[in-house]
């Protein structure tokens, strides 16, 4: 093999991150290369899709692959691992018949023209495939789906508990995938959509296990909303002109998310709520853009300022897609770090960008959630082309600290602050990295502050890329 063929089998070599995992249970204890600080003693839990198959039908998506927990418990010098799936209805009925029984993210049970006109009849559940963040509902630990199905797990063996549901007769195809757990509250701020003839979005407050609706607004054309803005006083809904026709989504044949369509002349709507009456205060409407992931919204004065990383278009999307995602690097699209201000007296707002460097999978650290902040953890990559590759630490006020290492992928980095932290980076990054060159896993520590490596604990084999993350201190699990 020449010397250009090889660089470019270990740059693609992120496609291991997209392959099923096997065995399905599996324990390691696993020893740390390098120092790990003494107080560090919780457990990093990780979730993300680990089987990509029914059968011998493949999914389409990265978002519909089965989702997977894995567990790393910090023990001083080592980590045990444990990993196993989430039971959802979708997965369990995947397992036990090996054929694909509900409507996935970009995958639908219905092969055949057939299959489609009984469909229309007696359609397919929407999936509970839980492979998404990690959240709080009061004292329950929950992992969510990109649907209104939540599971309850035990963040300790990582069996399921539950399968969530709610007693009342609020109404919603879909779930905001990014519900938010405020600790100050003990409450979790959620987003419902519905996809009717009268559709909705419904700002929902989970609390003592029964949720109930804030607010809720009519739309004619709902718009695919994976997260939101939320501050003590507010809750804005950023609706993307990626949006759907309700009048023809029952009848179609396309998956889910193929139904959304790009609508840019109808430009990007805030909605802003009073979190406590509901109260809509105002709708100011903005350039056509889109974003997967807020980062953290807070008031400061008279200005509410809201972070999110945006993109020109929805191709992030498609660019998830497996087949996209395991073959041409070249595609994933750039996030941008962005902030948008609103003026709370008129609601005037403006925008700009605050970091030059691509950036996805955004993480604070969580005391600093609905609050001024200064640091964003998130991956990144080259400019154009390649999968993420690096780890970033942003400073809201634009520069950059970046951990790079030759032919490894980081997952999203969770931040964990050290006791009584002296600052708000005083603590350390966890970050579960592919290693493209030995296909293996390994559990990265950065020091939060110089934001290099204090230690690496390798697994034997690779773990499919995560989705979210969450660390649980010793008090929590
Ligand atoms: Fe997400």
Not at 89 to 117: I, K, M, N, Q, V
Not at 262 to 271: A, D, H, K, V
Not at 369 to 395: A, H, I, M, N
Request: with cysteine.
């Amino acid at each position: 093999m020449g010397t250009e063929n090889r660089i470019a089998s270990r740059e693609s070599s992120h496609a291991i991150g997209f392959r099923s995992v096997t065995p399905e249970q599996y324990e390691q204890t696993l020893t740390a290369e390098g120092t790990i600080p003494s107080w560090l003693t919780g457990t990093y839990v990780v979730n993300g899709p680990a089987k990509f198959e029914a059968g011998d039908r493949s999914l389409s998506h990265w978002f519909d692959g089965f989702g997977m927990l894995h567990r790393f418990q910090f023990d001083g010098d080592h980590v045990h691992y444990r990993r196993r799936f989430v039971e959802s209805g979708a997965y369990t009925h995947a397992r036990d018949t090996d054929t694909l029984g509900y409507r996935e993210f970009a995958t639908d049970p219905s092969e055949s023209c057939f299959d489609r006109a009984v469909s229309l009849l007696a359609p397919p559940s929407v999936t509970d495939n839980a492979n998404g963040p990690l959240v709080r509902y009061g004292d329950r630990h929950v992992v969510t789906a990109e649907s209104p199905g939540a599971i309850e797990f035990d963040p300790e063996t990582l069996a399921t508990v539950d399968r969530i549901t709610f007693d009342d007769d609020l109404a919603g195809q879909i779930s905001c995938a990014h519900p938010q757990y405020d600790p100050l509250t003990d409450e979790t701020i959620s987003v419902l959509t519905r996809i009717a003839r009268q559709s909705s979005y419904t700002v929902v407050r989970i609390a003592d296990g029964e949720r109930e609706p804030i607010s809720s607004i009519a739309v004619d054309r709902p718009c695919y909303m994976h997260s939101f803005a939320l501050t003590p006083t507010y809750v804005v809904l950023v609706e993307f002109p990626y949006v759907v026709n309700p009048f023809t989504f029952r009848l179609s044949d396309r998956s889910f998310i193929e139904q959304f369509d790009w609508r840019p002349e109808r430009g990007t709507r805030l909605l802003v709520f009073d979190r406590s009456s509901g109260r809509l205060l105002a709708q100011p409407r903005m350039d056509a853009f889109f974003a997967l992931h807020h980062v953290n919204a807070f008031e400061q004065s008279d200005e509410l300022l809201l972070d999110l990383l945006t993109y020109s278009t929805p191709e992030i999307v498609e660019a998830f897609s497996l087949d996209s995602i395991r073959t041409d690097r070249s595609s994933l699209p750039s996030g941008r770090l962005r902030r948008l201000r609103l003026t709370i007296d008129d609601w005037a707002v403006s925008s700009r960008s605050l970091a030059a460097h691509p950036l996805e999978r955004p993480e604070i650290v969580g005391h600093r959630r609905t609050q001024p902040y200064q640091f964003v953890y998130g991956v990144g990559k080259r400019d154009t082309g390649s999968f993420y590759d690096r780890l970033l630490k942003v400073e809201t006020t634009g520069s950059t600290t970046c951990w790079h290492e030759p032919a490894t992928f980081p997952g999203e980095p969770t931040a964990v602050p050290a006791p009584a932290p002296g600052s708000e980076d005083d603590g350390v990054i966890l970050s579960l990295v592919l290693d493209g060159s030995d296909e293996r896993s390994f559990v990265l520590v950065l020091d939060g502050e110089t934001f290099t490596e204090l230690a690496r604990m390798p697994l034997d084999h690779p773990i499919p890329y995560p989705r979210h993350g969450q660390y649980y201190s010793t008090d929590e699990c």
